[in-house]
């Protein structure tokens, strides 16, 4: 067992609030786990070293930030800086049907969810378990429309340690928006994780903005569950950092579900990210379609495992999965793994995974109708998947996100 997470047991051992059963639960488990090695499947081709050993501090809770601002969003904003929630939630005017209070307080909304949709193998989910103090929970009423975007926004600073937690759910028959967005690239470590619970013929909308960078270490997941009829629609957005993990785990409960899942991830030079994405059809009639791509720079390294999993009972699924990798040189690397596990007889399931690298003859055409390479390499990359960005139902978040990742583009063939 690493240094770190001594520490982490020995800090889980005095937390004391109204959730402490539900710890206590995962401080037992936690405490049976393994520290993951290479023979460690789920962290095979990523190396924790960087953890093992890491001496943080915990936020002060006395830094505010703003919010990104971002045109023709209008979203309502949750702040966390370094795992402490600088929004003053008493203040804020919110839409009809929704209800959003803070972690530590007790909530019939929380009790259900909490631990409930994220599976207990995560052992980073486990730490975020028995540690996250600070949280907000967001409960949508049945029949509620809301357009407003709701925004978690989580800064990391330099040199800080910090967890938190976010639960949502979203009553039958409703309909909403949620964007986490993350960022930080000094020297830190943060852990965030996020419990979706979504009713029968509820709708969800959600965002993941993974833009950690530089020396960060991100480690979080983001855990669905849909009942019947429920729907949901969410694109992931992942630079690299020192280390970035994710986990994505959506559980077809109820019958004739859907979940779209696209997801985008982009490693600046000796970067790393690494995703994880397990889809689980429980019942029967569900629909899954998840798309993953990928451009990885020099010397960086990504790691994709998706995994569809088709129960005994779950007779007439339709799921598909797709990866597909951007080398920029020889050095970059990612390790791809497309998984399906099916034990039901009438279904209609696919998977595959490509890597390649740039188009020479596409290239060569744009150079010679006089277009300058570097802008080239921009155009052709941005080209791979702007087809992703393109499928996001909110406009103002896809034309956001097109310059900023033109940017980094830009700067990742400075790099090369």
């Keep these: 067992m690493s240094q770190w997470l001594n520490h982490v047991l020995e800090r889980a051992s005095t937390v004391d609030d109204w959730l402490s059963p539900v710890r206590a639960q995962a401080l037992d488990t936690l405490k049976q786990q393994q520290w993951p090695t290479r023979r460690t499947e789920a962290w095979r081709y990523t190396s924790l070293h960087p953890v093992a050993d890491l001496d943080l501090k915990s936020g002060t809770g006395n830094t505010t930030a703003e919010a990104p601002v971002i045109e ?10 370094d795992g402490q929630l600088s929004t003053d939630i008493s203040k804020l005017k919110l839409p009809e049907g929704v209800t959003i209070s803070e972690l530590s307080a007790p909530s019939e909304p929380a ?15 486990l730490v975020n378990d028995v540690l996250a103090q600070q949280g907000v929970v967001i409960d949508i009423a049945a029949g509620a429309k809301i357009e407003q975007p709701i925004r978690i926004v989580n800064f990391a600073s330099t040199g800080i340690e910090s967890h938190q937690r976010t639960l949502v759910r979203v009553g039958a028959n409703a309909q909403a928006t949620i964007i986490e967005h993350g960022s930080g690239s000094g020297n830190s470590l943060n852990t965030a994780f996020a419990e979706y619970d979504i009713a029968e013929k509820a709708s969800l909308e959600h965002y993941r903005f993974a833009l950690h960078e530089g020396e960060a270490i991100h480690i979080g997941g983001s855990h669905f569950k849909l009942h019947d009829h429920a729907k949901m629609n969410s694109t992931l957005i992942g630079y690299g950092s020192q280390l970035t993990r994710l986990d994505v785990d959506i559980e077809h409960a109820g019958e004739h579900a859907f979940a779209k899942f696209n997801n985008v991830y982009l490693l600046a030079p000796r970067q790393h990210f690494d995703l994880h994405s397990t889809i689980e059809h429980a019942s029967p009639n569900g629909t899954t379609e998840e798309n993953a791509r990928g451009i990885i720079g020099d ?17 007439k699924t339709l799921a598909e999965l797709n990866n597909r990798n951007l080398l920029l040189t020889r050095g970059a690397q990612i390790n791809t793994k497309p998984e399906l596990e099916i034990y039901a007889d009438d279904v209609q399931c696919a998977h595959g995974a490509t890597v390649a690298e740039i ?58």
């Design 359 to 416: 188009d020479e003859e596409a290239l060569y055409y744009m150079l010679t109708r006089g277009i300058d390479r570097q802008q080239a390499l921009v155009m052709l990359n941005f080209g791979f998947v702007q087809e992703m960005v393109f499928q996001m139902p909110n406009k103002a978040l896809a034309d956001w996100l097109q310059p900023i990742l033109k940017t980094r583009f830009e700067s990742m063939m400075e790099k090369q």
């Design 299 to 315: 010397r960086a390294k990504a790691v994709f495992n998706g995994r569809i999993h088709i129960h005994r009972d779950a007779q």
């Design 111 to 125: 009790e259900a969810i909490f631990a409930q949709v994220k599976p207990s193998r995560h052992l980073f989910g």
């Design 72 to 81: 023709g969003l209008n979203s309502l904003d949750l702040v966390f800086v």
